[in-house]
């Protein structure tokens, strides 16, 4: 279980893509939320024009879901360029970026997904391409082998990372601009998914948009996901129109609870209050307990759970709080209320 959950901020291989581009954002004006970081861009984006000069390298930070890859297509509209988009994994080695690098046109945009999975090889191969617009590839291997420098049309370089602590010290410095994603409020969400809503051409009460947005996880793609399987319930099972009724019925029926929290994340909480006594437990030890994969806990449960404040990370291990014990209806036992001890940077 991981990308194909409803509430996973993960993109979804159910999506379907014609319908995420017709919800996506094309303006910096019809972006909602991220205000500090909208600002910045603005500024970068007009300091860049008044010079005549491509934009400078962007890194975009964040948790999944948020909008890195939409606003990486906003900025290539607003500075009337075209984007080129590839991922971290997708590159092997430096011949897969090469194919990229060399055929830029002067402030063209490369968007890099995943940018900390970029190979060690490949990250030190971008390096005089950011910083001076050449590279140095080796054309023949061996005894015989030889060393091109190719000059590059000046470009900007996106790179979008949910671990922005994996990226290298070196690598980071090289990008001249510096966004970060944050969780975006109800308020947000549930302007989100009333444009949403207008563009699907959906009749949907300001109520049920509401209850859509508080059971997003803060997530816009998890919003649009959800008003997509709320819209298909509706049309089957109801009138067409979005109603609190239809949002509950609908939702229940997929798992997700009034929070947001799906089957996944209950089963990790009841692990965890239930076989750990609330704790605190390491993360190995929830994950071998629940048949799960460390990764899977780690980035597709945790983060929400921390957000919300069900789960503490102390120095111990991970611990449940109070309220995420009145949330499943369960007494919380009083031998672990305690304060947490701090966290521990090698648990995250």
Same mark, same amino acid.
């Given at each position: 279980?991981?990308?194909?959950?409803?509430?996973?901020?993960?993109?979804?291989v159910?999506?379907?893509?014609?319908?995420?581009?017709?919800?996506? #954002?094309?303006?910096?004006?019809?972006?909602?939320?991220?205000?500090?970081?909208?600002?910045?861009?603005?500024?970068?984006?007009?300091?860049?024009?008044?010079?005549?000069?491509?934009?400078?390298? =962007?890194?975009?930070?964040?948790?999944?879901?948020?909008?890195?890859?939409?606003?990486?297509?906003?900025?290539?509209?607003?500075?009337?360029?075209?984007?080129?988009?590839?991922?971290?994994?997708?590159?092997?080695?430096?011949?897969?970026?090469?194919?990229?690098?060399?055929?830029m046109?002067?402030?063209?945009?490369?968007?890099?997904?995943?940018?900390?999975?970029?190979?060690?090889?490949?990250?030190?191969?971008?390096? #005089?391409?950011?910083?001076?617009?050449?590279?140095?590839?080796?054309?023949?291997?061996?005894?015989?082998?030889?060393?091109?420098?190719?000059?590059l049309?000046?470009?900007?370089?996106?790179?979008?990372?949910?671990?922005?602590?994996?990226?290298?010290?070196? *690598?980071?410095?090289?990008?001249g601009?510096?966004?970060?994603?944050?969780?975006?409020?109800?308020?947000?969400?549930?302007?989100?998914?009333?444009?949403?809503?207008?563009? *699907?051409?959906?009749?949907?009460?300001?109520?049920?948009?509401?209850? =859509?947005?508080?059971?997003?996880?803060?997530?816009?793609?998890?919003?649009?996901?959800?008003?997509?399987?709320?819209?298909?319930?509706?049309?089957?099972?109801a009138?067409?129109?979005?109603?609190? #009724?239809?949002?509950?019925?609908?939702?229940?029926?997929?798992?997700?609870?009034?929070?947001? =929290?799906?089957?996944?994340?209950?089963?990790?909480?009841?692990?965890?209050?239930?076989v750990?006594?609330?704790?605190?437990?390491?993360?190995?030890?929830?994950?071998?307990?629940?048949?799960?994969?460390?990764?899977?806990?780690?980035?597709?449960?945790? #983060?929400? =759970?921390?957000?919300?404040?069900f789960?503490?990370?102390?120095?111990?291990?991970?611990?449940?709080?109070?309220?995420?014990?009145?949330?499943?209806?369960?007494p919380?036992?009083?031998?672990?209320?305690?304060?947490?001890?701090?966290?521990?940077?090698?648990?995250?």
């Amino acid at each position: 279980m991981g990308r194909d959950r409803i509430i996973s901020p993960q993109p979804d291989v159910a999506d379907d893509e014609r319908t995420i581009q017709s919800l996506r #954002p094309k303006r910096l004006t019809e972006c909602v939320g991220q205000e500090s970081l909208k600002q910045q861009l603005v500024i970068a984006m007009e300091a860049a024009k008044k010079r005549g000069e491509p934009l400078d390298h =962007l890194l975009l930070d964040g948790p999944p879901g948020l909008g890195k890859t939409t606003i990486a297509n906003v900025v290539a509209e607003e500075m009337g360029t075209s984007l080129r988009i590839t991922s971290g994994p997708a590159i092997v080695k430096q011949a897969d970026l090469m194919t990229f690098l060399t055929n830029m046109e002067v402030g063209e945009i490369l968007f890099i997904d995943e940018i900390h999975r970029l190979p060690r090889v490949v990250e030190e191969f971008i390096y #005089p391409a950011m910083e001076d617009f050449r590279i140095d590839f080796t054309v023949e291997s061996g005894l015989g082998g030889r060393t091109v420098n190719f000059a590059l049309n000046r470009f900007t370089l996106i790179g979008a990372t949910t671990r922005a602590g994996m990226l290298s010290a070196a *690598l980071r410095d090289r990008f001249g601009v510096r966004l970060h994603f944050d969780f975006y409020t109800a308020d947000e969400l549930t302007e989100i998914v009333a444009r949403s809503a207008r563009r *699907l051409e959906l009749d949907a009460d300001d109520e049920a948009l509401r209850m =859509l947005a508080a059971r997003s996880r803060g997530t816009p793609r998890v919003a649009n996901r959800l008003l997509q399987r709320t819209r298909d319930y509706a049309q089957v099972r109801a009138d067409g129109s979005l109603t609190p #009724p239809v949002v509950d019925k609908a939702l229940d029926m997929l798992g997700v609870d009034a929070l947001g =929290l799906d089957d996944l994340d209950r089963n990790y909480l009841r692990t965890l209050m239930n076989v750990y006594n609330g704790g605190p437990a390491g993360i190995e030890a929830l994950a071998a307990s629940m048949g799960q994969e460390r990764d899977t806990l780690e980035d597709m449960v945790e #983060p929400y =759970l921390l957000q919300i404040a069900f789960v503490v990370r102390t120095r111990q291990g991970r611990q449940a709080t109070r309220e995420a014990y009145k949330h499943l209806a369960l007494p919380f036992p009083e031998q672990s209320d305690h304060d947490p001890v701090g966290e521990d940077p090698s648990l995250f």
